[in-house]
Nanobody, 123 residues
Framework: QVQLVESGGGLVQAGGSLNLSCATS????????IGWFRRAPGKDYEFVAV????????FYADVVKGRFTISRDNAKNLVYLQMNNLKPEDTAVYYC????????????????WGQGTQVTVSS
């Protein structure tokens, strides 16, 4: 059974940092891109970042560029999202997703999703 499990969310003040983790199991995703999305209350899913299978190539949404860093450790089946200088507008449930086909920036491209981890940034 394929599973993606996010962790590391929580409550943080504006300007603070959090490091999210995504643990994969059930099959190997080491040869595929993995992305992070988020969903704020009352809003649709929003692309955050994606990493290539090697971690060499990464791509970020403009709103997080320069503040968030995506990385992966294929030996441990982990993907990370380091979030710095957090803002209240970053408050959302954050999801990792795997096995994309097509546009990596779209929710529809991904076949597997985690259950999400809540990130709340207070002002």
């Amino acid at each position: 059974q394929v599973q993606l499990v996010e962790s590391g969310g929580g409550l943080v003040q504006a300007g603070g940092s959090l490091n999210l983790s995504c643990a994969t199991s059930g099959r190997t995703f080491s040869s595929e891109p993995i992305g992070w999305f988020r969903r704020a209350p009352g809003k649709d899913y929003e692309f955050v970042a994606v990493t290539s299978w090697s971690g060499v190539s990464t791509f970020y949404a403009d709103v997080v560029k320069g503040r968030f860093t995506i990385s992966r450790d294929n030996a441990k089946n982990l993907v990370y999202l380091q979030m710095n200088n957090l803002k209240p507008e970053d408050t959302a449930v954050y999801y990792c997703a795997a096995d994309p086909e097509g546009d990596w920036r779209t929710k529809m491209a991904y076949a597997y999703w985690g259950q999400g981890t809540q990130v709340t940034v207070s002002s």
